[in-house]
């Protein structure tokens, strides 16, 4: 009897082996969990590295539309300011510079830095006909105190001799013209392709971290088979070591609240994906807003979206225009709607392109759009009607098939009325005007206007 109690099983061996399993295998995730956040800090510190890459790539273009606007305000009213503002940027503020010099710091943006750079040698080459014209402007207004640079650049004699109205009008036009226009998509096109180089390092770097997370994912599935196994075992023993934190992971689902990845090695995989499921539901949630704020068919905002920017944009520095397609029904009767509808959507491109990323493009009817321009207490009419000119002009290229259209718009300068409600009923006058007067037209809001 005694040997054959001898030859049995030893509880206490048991229960020291299981001990030493369950100390293997915690110390088994405890790294591999370790191995995944070391992952995980490597995936965040290279979206935020990359991240900068693309503040860098973008203040670039940022900086070339800066000097953009301010040589054509310079051009246009000849304010002083403007040519200050430019020569700031471009040899004080040098965003441009900064850009390329983030940008070369890194050893695996060369590609990268290379459409950088060629944009900025664009932007470089854009500058001496900007030069030229804010020359045109000098000569034309007498100006004596002006940046150095500019007594480099000589005028032709034939522009030399042009009456000073002539110059300034000449001067416009070289910073208005659809070749300038050009020149500056070249500079948009070698930007978005520096950035597009870094989407692929980005996509590149998060593969390689995927597959050492799926690695380590597989270790982890393994180790919590193990450590479940050890843990039902240990129950026999000690079944409370198992009970409390199950029914604490129960509670927190039913509060809908998140798991705080801790305890023990089973649980941190079901909190994990909770979390997932948590972080999804977040993200449909802004899907559907953007959904609620924004037109199927064109990507603008629509009547909803327009109604909470009028209550919230402010008045004072904000310009309204009303955009309506000129004989919007004969297209649909004559090319049926699926050709209408890719006019609306070719008009909105068109003026997403002509229009800042800050101004706000809505639908408010079939064929009726509203543009916010906002921030543009400073802006010059003559700017305005260059937009609304170029926008007609594109419009009436047939190059992609579509038929040629033309708009009437109605402007309103957000300072001059007092509410949302009479902002919208001028603009709205000042858009029937334009019909009335012919279409294929614009009319700034005036008391004659009604």
Request: hydrophobic share 40%; net charge negative.
């Amino acid at each position: 009897m005694q040997n054959s109690l001898k030859k049995g099983i030893s509880l206490r061996k048991i229960h020291i082996w299981l001990l030493i399993i369950l100390v293997l295998v915690t110390a088994t995730v405890v790294f591999t969990t370790y191995q995944l956040k070391q992952t995980f800090f490597r995936v965040e510190a290279s979206y935020k590295a990359h991240a900068e890459l693309q503040k860098a790539a973008r203040e670039l273009m940022d900086a070339s539309d800066y000097l953009t606007e301010q040589v054509q305000r310079f051009t246009i009213s000849g304010d002083r300011l403007f040519l200050d503002r430019y020569f700031t940027e471009a040899f004080e503020t040098n965003r441009r510079e900064d850009a390329l010099s983030k940008m070369s710091s890194d050893p695996d943006t060369q590609a990268a830095f290379e459409s950088l750079q060629k944009a900025m040698e664009y932007s470089v080459k854009l500058m001496d006909q900007e030069y030229y014209a804010m020359r045109l402007v000098i000569e034309a207004k007498g100006y004596t105190d002006y940046p150095e640079v500019l007594n480099s650049v000589e005028l032709t004699p034939e522009d030399a001799s042009l009456p000073n109205e002539e110059k300034i009008r000449h001067a416009t036009e070289l910073v208005l013209s659809n070749n300038y226009y050009s020149q500056k998509d070249s500079i948009r096109q070698n930007m978005n392709d520096s950035l597009s180089e870094i989407d692929a390092l980005v996509k590149q770097d998060e593969a390689s971290e995927y597959s050492s997370f799926k690695n380590n994912m597989m270790i982890v599935y393994a180790v919590i088979f193990l450590y479940a196994v050890t843990v039902v075992l240990m129950l026999m023993l000690a079944s409370h070591l198992g009970i409390n934190p199950i029914l604490k992971a129960v509670d927190k689902i039913k509060s809908d609240s998140p798991i705080p990845e801790v305890g023990a090695r089973e649980f941190k995989y079901l909190a994990l994906a909770y979390n997932r499921m948590y972080k999804k539901n977040k993200k449909s949630i802004e899907d559907l807003n953007y959904i609620a704020s924004h037109d199927d068919l064109t990507g603008a905002y629509n009547r909803a979206g327009y109604d909470f920017l009028l209550s919230n944009i402010d008045l004072s520095t904000t310009y309204m225009m009303l955009f309506d397609v000129d004989n919007f029904k004969s297209i649909n009767d004559t090319y049926g709607h699926e050709i209408g509808d890719n006019v609306l959507i070719k008009l909105v491109d068109v003026m997403k392109s002509v229009f800042r990323d800050d101004d706000c493009i809505c639908r408010i009817g079939g064929d009726e759009f509203v543009v916010f321009m906002v921030h543009s207490s400073g802006m010059s009419r003559r700017l305005i009607e260059s937009k609304i000119n170029q926008i007609n002009e594109e419009l009436e290229n047939d190059d992609d098939g579509l038929p040629p259209i033309s708009i009437s718009v109605g402007i309103v300068n957000g300072k001059d009325v007092s509410d949302p409600k009479t902002l919208f009923e001028k603009t709205d006058a000042a858009m029937y005007k334009s019909k009335k007067q012919g279409k294929h037209t614009y009319t700034f809001y005036s008391e004659d206007t009604e």
